[in-house]
């Protein structure tokens, strides 16, 4: 379920050969006094039965790589690769996306600071 500023996905035990599990992504666009625009993300959930909870920044001009973020911290906690809660349902992914763009004022074709992307862990 999408609503902007948050993401619930949940897949409840006893689907083939997935775990169970129900995690919560909070993001939001803070000033950075050094920085400028940065997206600020926080994953909280479960994941077949064990709690977690991640915090992230990303650049403004990194920020739409979040799902790459997302998708190697839940496989740090144990979710398989292939079971990303983010890429399970596109039109919410797209919406976030637009989401995301619209809160950093984001224009298509704006360039990227290679820098940011070792910052940011990608």
């Known amino acids: 379920m999408f609503e902007p500023g948050h993401l619930h996905r949940r897949?409840?035990?006893?689907?083939?050969g997935q775990p169970s599990y129900s995690i919560d992504f909070y993001y939001e666009v803070r000033q950075d006094p050094k920085e400028g625009a940065m997206l600020h993300g926080r994953l909280v959930g479960e994941i077949d039965g064990k709690a977690f909870e991640e915090v992230f920044e990303m650049h403004r001009d990194t920020a739409f790589n979040f799902a790459s973020v997302i998708s190697r911290l839940v496989v740090k906690h144990g979710l398989h690769?292939?079971?990303s809660p983010i890429m399970r349902a596109h039109k919410e992914y797209d919406a976030i996306f637009e989401d995301i763009r619209s809160k950093l004022h984001a224009k298509p074709g704006e360039a990227v600071n290679l820098d940011h992307l070792e910052q940011d862990g990608l």
């Open 81 to 83: 690769a292939n079971a």
């Open 11 to 16: 897949n409840p035990p006893g689907m083939a």
